[in-house]
């Protein structure tokens, strides 16, 4: 059993890690893992992330699950915040991107902008199955 | 290996290729060497991108820039402003580029803009397996803060002050539902969440407790205080296996910080949930159904009064409240009931999560605040209708809704106005319907459902759904006279009078508004029978058409019954009496020249 104090000390100690501002100190990596995110096929996503983050020994990365984001259609989403960087929500993912959004973003710092969002006229282009199917 | 810079891929399927995409890759390629750039942009050819009828069909990666319908005096075009000079050409962009956009954020999409996240706050931002991650962002505060600083009476009155309703369907005010059981006077009570959700299309609950399971039971333990329970069920379908999941995981580590359990926040405040599961059956959303199958009986619905609040679980006074609700209760203890009630209408406060599917491009899950239209939702965060196609109906409450039409699009959303459109807010299912939906289709879908999870413990309903579901099916085939329109609508208004529980008295508001806003299309079934949408098949007529047939044999490989007949080069006919009307030749067929009437 926690005490009020050890509640709010794990809190401050917790926030670092959630913190979805451009302050934060560490990088997160959120996978999708709600049933719309495990069925496109977020679970080799996310075992990828973690094997390629173990393979080149990045420190101070946390790889979390997470549920519905909301835009069920565009799962597998893999989202990464970096310490002074916004955001980055990487869409339709699978375990080979994931791996390069690894190497390249994670570890490089370079975006890898072929797996963000394309929006024409509002809508994702990249995501030319949608209008269509 | 060699490094390109940029890859072309261009569509090498069938569809493209007869449009002529094998010209375009030659084009692409003899452009680039002529500029220099062989080396470093590579041409790739494809498989298919299934949007044939756009094609041809090429892609520029890294910019992963979609082109559609390209042509051969295009490429230099193509070559020159973007793989020269890194311009996109916004001309051949699929779909009339105006604006052209790399989004990093899910943040800023449009699809985010007017959505506000309250129950959905937690949701795809935090890890539902770590507990120290909901308690990062002022998790279990609205706790701490109900058991350390208000009495029950404050929970009660804030609640009623945050005007909060049920967002399961039935919309009733969740302060009142806690106070009748906070007044009677019994030892003995319990919270229940019914996690039950069974609208086909809805999965707002399923979502909130995969993604943010302890909000649930943070506010459970709330409402245990508020009315003096000690206890909380989970009723949670069967069907969900990840949502229990994550409840069981978060339901040991509260245990395990002492957030449930023995004299919490050592307060002497006893609080623990256990999960119960359901299974399957649709009716159990019903309390009292609900109730019963808890206590181990048949999951059959009881006459009220008495109300669970007065005498439910076990005969003890019992408050059943839906998953979302008990999402928006921590943040309401948290953020005050001023600040709850002033988002929203003068009645309906707060937010609602919508399940958006049907015929519309974002399938998926919004909040938004009430108030919001119908047309801000369908159109701005839904992204319209996908295909050109246009906008006939949205459906909303599930099978105890009603489908609301083109005209009433720029109505707010709010539990009573879409009560007075005939429909009904429900549990937040909304299926979009274009053109090509038969509406008596649509209310035999609904009708078929509700006859199939019937109790069977009223007449009304046992019986009354399975006459109507006969007579709509009388009226698809084609052979359902006027005067059975009359009877159904009489049919279906003494159901919605006579039966027992919210499953029968709502089950006839599929065909209620259908006949109300489209009578016209049933009218077309039973007077000319056609089925004006295509839908019906036994109103369809598939032939081919003489002008436009190229008399190329395909359909007659296609049919698997061996109805059409004819020769290479001369008529081919199909024969109505062997059709099956599975539409397979209507596929097959390159040039269009079948169709269905």
């Known amino acids: 059993m926690k005490s009020l104090a050890e509640l709010e000390a794990i809190r401050k100690k917790t926030i670092d890690n959630v913190n979805q501002r451009t302050d934060r100190t560490t990088t997160r990596i959120v996978v999708g893992m709600a049933t719309c995110g495990i069925a496109a096929g977020a679970r080799p996503v996310l075992l990828a992330i973690l094997d390629e983050v173990k393979k080149l020994g990045l420190g101070d990365v946390s790889v979390v699950q997470t549920g519905c984001i909301g835009v069920c259609r565009l799962e597998p989403i893999v989202e990464v915040i970096r310490p002074g960087e916004e955001k980055v929500t990487y869409i339709k993912m699978d375990a080979e991107k994931a791996k390069k959004v690894v190497d390249e973003h994670v570890a490089g710092g370079k975006v890898c902008d072929e797996y963000v969002m394309h929006i024409v006229d509002g809508h994702v282009v990249n995501d030319y199955t949608v209008k269509h199917d | ?597």
């Open chain 2, 1 to 597: 290996m060699e490094f390109y810079r940029s890859q072309v891929l261009v569509c090498g399927g069938t569809g493209c290729t007869s449009s002529g995409s094998n010209d375009i890759c030659a084009a692409l390629k003899s452009e680039l060497a002529a500029k220099g750039l062989d080396k470093e942009v590579e041409v790739v050819k494809t498989g298919c991108f299934g949007l044939c009828e756009l094609g041809p069909i090429v892609i520029v990666y890294p910019e992963g820039a979609f082109y559609s319908q390209v042509k051969v005096e295009d490429v230099t075009e193509l070559v020159e402003e973007h793989l020269l000079k890194g311009r996109i050409v916004k001309r051949l962009v699929y779909h009339d580029a105006i604006e052209d956009d790399k989004i990093k954020s899910l943040n800023k999409v449009g699809f985010y803009a007017k959505q506000e996240r309250i129950a959905l706050k937690n949701c795809g931002v935090i890890d539902p397996e770590n507990i120290d991650e909901y308690l990062a962002f002022d998790g279990y505060k609205a706790l701490e803060k109900a058991l350390t600083q208000m009495t029950p009476l404050d929970v009660i009155n804030e609640m009623k002050k945050s005007g909060l309703r049920g967002r399961g369907g039935g919309g009733f005010p969740t302060g009142l539902k806690w106070e009748f059981a906070y007044k009677q006077n019994n030892p003995q009570k319990y919270i229940i969440c019914n996690a039950d959700e069974g609208d086909p299309g809805a999965f707002m609950d399923r979502s909130v407790l995969e993604g943010d399971p302890h909000s649930v039971l943070e506010a459970m333990a709330i409402g245990g205080y508020a009315i003096g329970a000690n206890m909380g069920f989970i009723y949670v379908r069967a069907e969900y296996p990840i949502a229990v999941k994550r409840l069981e995981v978060a339901i040991d580590q509260a245990r395990e910080y002492g957030l449930l359990g023995k004299n919490i926040f050592e307060t002497g405040f006893d609080f623990d949930v256990e999960i119960r599961l359901g299974a399957g059956a649709f009716v159990c959303g019903e309390e009292t159904a609900l109730i019963h199958s808890i206590e181990g009986h048949r999951g059959m619905p009881t006459p009220k009064p008495p109300f669970p609040a007065v005498s439910g679980l076990w005969g003890k006074p019992t408050v059943i409240n839906n998953v979302e609700t008990y999402a928006n209760i921590p943040q309401i203890i948290n953020k005050g009931a001023d600040w709850f009630a002033s988002i929203g209408t003068e009645k309906s406060k707060g937010t609602k999560v919508f399940a958006l599917g049907g015929k519309i491009t974002n399938t998926g899950l919004v909040e938004i605040p009430m108030g919001t239209t119908l047309r801000e939702v369908i159109y701005e965060m839904g992204g319209g209708i996908p295909n050109n196609k246009k906008f006939k109906a949205v459906q909303t409450g599930g099978p105890s809704g009603g489908c609301i039409t083109a005209e009433s699009l720029d109505t707010p959303i709010e539990y009573d106005t879409l009560v007075a459109l005939g429909s009904m807010m429900g549990s937040g299912g909304m299926i979009v319907m274009d053109e090509d939906n038969c509406m008596v289709d649509v209310a035999r879908f609904f009708l078929d459902f509700t006859r199939e999870e019937s109790c069977g413990k009223c007449t009304p309903c046992r019986v009354g759904t399975k006459r109507m579901l006969e007579m709509l099916e009388k009226i698809t085939e084609g052979k359902a006279t006027l005067e059975d329109l009359d009877k159904l609508e009489k049919l279906a208004l003494s159901i919605k009078t006579s039966a027992l529980c919210g499953l029968g008295q709502t089950a006839p508001n599929p065909v209620l508004s259908t006949l109300k806003y489209f009578r016209d299309e049933y009218e077309a079934h039973v007077v000319d029978k056609k089925c004006p949408s295509g839908v019906c098949k036994a109103l369809l007529q598939y032939t081919i058409v003489d002008d436009v047939c190229k008399k190329c044999g395909l359909c007659v490989k296609a049919c698997p019954v061996g109805a059409i007949s004819g020769k290479v080069k001369e008529q081919f006919i199909i024969d109505q009496d062997k059709c099956v009307k599975c539409g397979a030749c209507m596929e097959k067929c390159p040039f269009k020249a079948i169709v269905k009437k």
